[in-house]
Nanobody, 125 residues
Framework: QLQLVESGGGLVHPGGSLRLSCATS????????IGWFRRAPGAEREESSF??????VPYWLDSDGGRFTIFKDKDTVYLQIENLKPEDTGVYYC????????????????????WGQGTQVTVSS
């Protein structure tokens, strides 16, 4: 079973940066697709928005001018967020599945079998 634990959230001023971590166990990252999603305030987890995913290579639809970066190191997948904006506020989840998901599939939350507990990011002055 793939286990995921997010960390790194917090309260940040607009313009600040954060590095979120998704520590994994149970599977070697080489054989797993990990996605990052954001649940906006008031939304259900199933309504979370896709941010980025990574398996052999990273994939994203819109990095918002390069503000978001995904990378992995050993058993951890990171989401680096620069120039944080109030609209980035939400609960950030990493999700995983022990298979390769091509780009168009890795954007879909229902493709993932395992989810972390989430880490809260609040961007406010």
């Amino acid at each position: 079973q793939l286990q995921l634990v997010e960390s790194g959230g917090g309260l940040v001023h607009p313009g600040g940066s954060l590095r979120l971590s998704c520590a994994t166990s149970g599977f070697t990252l080489d054989y797993v697709t990990i996605g990052w999603f954001r649940r906006a305030p008031g939304a259900e987890r199933e309504e979370s928005s896709f941010i980025m995913c990574i398996s052999t290579v990273p994939y994203w639809l819109d990095s918002d001018g390069g503000r978001f970066t995904i990378f992995k190191d050993k058993d951890t997948v990171y989401l680096q967020i620069e120039n944080l904006k109030p609209e980035d506020t939400g609960v950030y989840y990493c999700a995983g599945t022990p298979r390769y998901l091509p780009g168009n599939q890795c954007t879909k939350s229902h493709e993932y079998d395992y989810w972390g507990q989430g880490t809260q990011v609040t961007v406010s002055s």
